[in-house]
């Protein structure tokens, strides 16, 4: 429920920080490529493109890619699970999902493992949402009510640990499989008494659908008990070792997106317009801005910086997916976050907003 109040707040003052953010319109000059070699890699994100995922258009854009060396071809996802197992099969050479759903791969995959070599989410966005008609003010209230999300989506897979955090045995719900487009009108409708989603994009959704956000009430997650990460850069060890150097140069051009985002979201979102010129520049410019305020700009990431983890909380976060999905094996954190790929701290430093 806090997460409620600070996202409303949250959207109360987009208008002002979006405002004080935009400045020229976007960058469009392509710097030179390295000369020699250009790696040319294939990168799924977990979702459909929208705000929250800007940046990384940005950076192809802009030709911060190109700068490093690299021709990047970008498409969509469909759902954590899915972009995992595609870089685990080769069919993608790098992917951004939940370090999660690849942690409870790796320990049931053995010898198909992947590495996650930057964290631009610090903080896990799953969340349950629901509206206030529901009747439900406390994640207890669940019990027995009908849930609805697409399958292989992070905040479905990681429901267990949700609800073992708030006491609820995790098949005590019905679970409504549904597209992505259909998640927020089921709930509309009363076809389903919440969702789970990332917080932001439900919010955003239902607001746009001309609901209250007084009416809109989110359990996140990360309020109750765990410390987990939210979406990673990830790839397999074979790449790490065949392409060190591209590697780093990845995680650098992706670094300078995130903080020209910081600066200044309606450059980001002119990049995705170029991508989906069906999409609404308001709608999508105040996702991002609630995306960086609750998952990029975390505490953690003002004083260590874009990108890296904290080895104790990830070894929390191992020990709490080991226990709730019975996990087969528990790896050490240092085999699941390489940080041999991240530009020094000063270069991972975001502007404040």
């Known amino acids: 429920m806090k997460r409620l109040r600070s996202l409303t707040v949250a959207a109360l003052t987009v208008a002002a920080l979006i405002v004080a953010a935009t400045a020229t319109g976007p960058g469009l000059a392509q710097t030179p490529a390295k000369p020699g070699r250009t790696v040319q890699w294939k990168f799924t994100i977990d979702w459909v493109f929208d705000g929250s995922y800007a940046p990384f258009l940005l950076a192809l854009e802009k030709g911060y890619y190109a700068a490093e060396g690299l021709s990047v071809t970008i498409d969509r996802g469909f759902g954590s699970a899915d972009a995992v197992s595609k870089v685990a099969a080769g069919a993608y050479n790098l992917g951004f999902a939940d370090i999660n759903t690849m942690i409870e791969f790796n320990a049931r995959n053995p010898g198909r493992d992947l590495v996650a070599v930057a964290v631009p989410f610090d903080a896990l966005p799953s969340s349950i949402v629901t509206l206030r008609r529901e009747g439900i003010t406390r994640p207890i209230d669940l019990y027995g009510k009908k849930l609805g999300a697409p399958a292989g989506s992070a905040p479905r897979v990681l429901w267990p640990l949700f609800a073992k955090a708030v006491g609820m045995h995790p098949a005590s719900v019905e679970w409504v499989t549904m597209s992505p487009p259909l998640r927020e009108p089921m709930l509309l409708r009363g076809e389903v008494n919440a969702v789970a989603a990332f917080s932001f994009n439900a919010f955003i959704t239902l607001k746009t659908a001309r609901v209250d956000p007084a009416?809109?009430?989110?359990?996140?997650?990360?309020?109750?008990?765990?410390?987990?990460?939210?979406?990673?850069?990830?790839?397999?060890?074979?790449?790490?070792?065949?392409?060190?150097?591209?590697?780093?140069?990845?995680?650098?051009?992706?670094?300078?997106?995130?903080?020209?985002?910081?600066?200044?979201?309606?450059?980001?979102?002119?990049?995705?317009?170029?991508?989906?010129?069906?999409?609404?520049?308001?709608?999508?410019?105040?996702?991002?801005?609630?995306?960086?305020?609750?998952?990029?700009?975390?505490?953690?990431?003002?004083?260590?910086?874009?990108?890296?983890?904290?080895?104790?909380?990830?070894?929390?976060?191992?020990?709490?997916?080991?226990?709730?999905?019975?996990?087969?094996?528990?790896?050490?954190?240092?085999?699941?976050?390489?940080?041999?790929?991240?530009?020094?701290r000063p270069e991972r430093m975001l502007p404040t907003r």
């Open 215 to 344: 009416d809109i009430v989110i359990f996140p997650y990360n309020e109750y008990g765990l410390p987990l990460y939210g979406n990673a850069i990830i790839a397999p060890p074979s790449l790490l070792e065949a392409e060190p150097a591209a590697l780093r140069g990845f995680v650098r051009a992706i670094t300078r997106a995130w903080k020209d985002a910081v600066t200044n979201p309606s450059e980001a979102i002119s990049a995705l317009k170029r991508r989906d010129p069906m999409i609404s520049e308001d709608v999508e410019r105040e996702r991002l801005v609630l995306a960086l305020q609750h998952v990029v700009l975390t505490k953690d990431v003002r004083a260590g910086g874009f990108g890296g983890v904290k080895g104790e909380r990830l070894s929390r976060s191992i020990d709490l997916l080991a226990e709730a999905f019975s996990l087969p094996i528990k790896p050490a954190w240092q085999r699941v976050f390489s940080d041999k790929f991240l530009p020094p």
